[in-house]
């Protein structure tokens, strides 16, 4: 090993853990609650094999998750709305499951949200431990006060005492949930730790996006080119061709061919001017998607553009029409780019590396769907599908919501298909590949720290199967996290 190579750092497995007896405090991600229904069961069903794992070896599992953003900045308090409750969640468990799991009520300060894990919650534990429940489900995270930290240090440790106190071991399995928090890192502190089974096939599918198979093609979209202007050029050193969608895209042409585009904000067509423009490599990587959907408002003409054309009546046409990058007008004011017409996927450079990638990551919605203006995206649902032999990784909330509504019949066969990989948590795919890798992430880093005390943790024993060649009890190829 290099002088300067980071030292490697052992995962702490879930399978590494004596959970015989004890009661496992379960990070998930589950944020996909909207006005108290489910709007996703893939999140949730995601983490079915980790919650098996820990039953079948006699762990007892409390779940918790965050849903929403409950804070309000503007008035600086917690909010514990019932349309960010868990109930949902565990219901879908319960019935997916065929076991209860019992959600407790927590007394609500006026501002503050939920101040303390009373002890309220013991008689539930009992329950738990004598399996009369198969879980407990602790409410919204983000509606406990210490848990994003915004009420102080003092609040923060509290909450984290609070939670190792109810639980003998921790499992994060919350891939999608990278911000560092007390339930994502805080009780890391205070508890064995250990990476659930998904965060361990999310962190695998990272690593080969880290180190993937040319060519390479990425596809990012999104609303605001401050937020995602790291991302974008930290993905464009690793890729070998580059499409970007949606206001990124929009801010690019703006800049480039210097015209107003409607919905743009100055901020965004400046960063993209110095930022995309000023960037050889991302100049020579773009990959120029021909041919944009223009409308006069955003609420578009209530029709399915085709190729950007209005199919209604000659009225209509005038508000939603197709824009040729080729006869963009520098000084020219345009109305809203609110997709990109599946004409440009036909174009020679574009297509030819749709067709010739070997790796494909996409965290992109090409259009403003809720409006119509969804063309765009499914034609490259469509383009993608057809390269047969590249691994394709699609990863954010919106992306896959608007994969499996858009082309539902791609989605459930990629879900079942082993050259497609769908993230649970794009924004963690964005962050990691922008920070150079999973252990620039607190949330992993926690799992991995105590590596160099492996051989001090309790351990179950190995299987006896594991003397047989077709044994996979053992440890993976790799133990590492990735770079």
């Not at 909010?79 to 007394?107: H, I, K, M, N, W």
């Not at 060519?215 to 979209?221: D, G, H, K, N």
């Not at 005038?318 to 036909?346: I, M, N, Q």
């Amino acid at each position: 090993m290099a002088p300067d190579a980071p030292a490697p750092h052992r995962l702490r497995r879930l399978q590494d853990a004596d959970l015989d007896g004890k009661v496992v405090l379960v990070r998930v991600d589950h944020n996909c609650v909207r006005r108290g229904s489910l709007t996703d069961a893939f999140r949730v069903d995601a983490t079915v094999a980790t919650l098996y794992n820990i039953v079948e070896r006699g762990g007892r599992p409390i779940l918790m998750t965050h849903v929403g953003r409950p804070y309000d900045k503007k008035t600086r308090s917690i909010r514990a709305d019932e349309g960010d409750a868990v109930v949902a969640a565990a219901r879908y468990l319960q019935s997916r499951l065929g076991v209860t799991f019992a959600v407790p009520e927590f007394r609500l300060d006026d501002s503050r949200g939920i101040l303390d894990i009373d002890t309220s919650v013991n008689w539930l534990i009992d329950d738990l431990r004598a399996r009369r429940i198969g879980g407990v489900y602790l409410p919204n995270s983000r509606w406990f006060a210490g848990e994003e930290g915004r009420f102080g240090a003092d609040a923060s440790a509290r909450f984290a005492e609070q939670l190792a106190g109810l639980a003998d071991v921790f499992v994060n399995d919350a891939f999608g949930s990278w911000q560092p928090h007390v339930s994502t890192l805080g009780v890391t502190k205070m508890l064995p730790s250990y990476a659930g089974l998904l965060m361990q096939k999310e962190l695998k599918a990272l690593d080969a996006l880290l180190r993937p198979t040319r060519p390479f093609l990425a596809v990012i979209a999104g609303a605001k080119l401050d937020t995602k202007i790291g991302t974008v050029k930290a993905v464009a050193r690793r890729c070998d061709a580059l499409m970007l969608g949606g206001q990124l895209y929009n801010a690019y042409l703006a800049a480039k061919f210097g015209i107003t585009v409607r919905g743009l904000s100055e901020e965004d067509v400046e960063l993209a001017r110095a930022e995309l423009l000023g960037d050889p490599e991302i100049e020579a990587k773009l990959l120029p998607l021909s041919v944009l959907v223009e409308s006069a408002d955003l609420s578009g003409c209530g029709c399915v553009p085709r190729d950007g054309v209005c199919g209604d009546d000659d009225a209509d046409a005038s508000r939603t029409k197709p824009v040729h990058v080729r006869d963009l007008v520098a000084g020219r004011e345009y109305g809203y780019f609110l997709d990109v017409a599946p004409v440009s996927f036909a174009e020679t450079r574009v297509k030819e590396a749709l067709r010739s990638s070997k790796t494909i990551f996409v965290n992109a919605v090409m259009g403003l769907t809720s409006s119509g203006f969804h063309e765009g995206t499914a034609a490259l649902d469509a383009a993608i599908a057809a390269n047969k032999a590249a691994r394709k990784y699609f990863g954010g909330g919106d992306t896959l919501a608007e994969f499996k509504s858009l082309s539902p019949g791609l989605y459930m066969s990629a879900l079942e298909d082993p050259q497609y990989y769908l993230f649970t948590g794009g924004g963690t795919v964005l962050k990691a590949l922008e920070m150079g890798g999973a252990r620039g992430l607190e949330t992993v880093r926690a799992l991995t720290e105590a590596g160099a005390e492996s051989d001090k943790r309790e351990t179950r024993d190995a299987p006896k199967c594991a003397r047989l060649v077709t044994c996979d009890c053992g440890p993976p190829d790799a133990e590492t996290t990735a770079a």
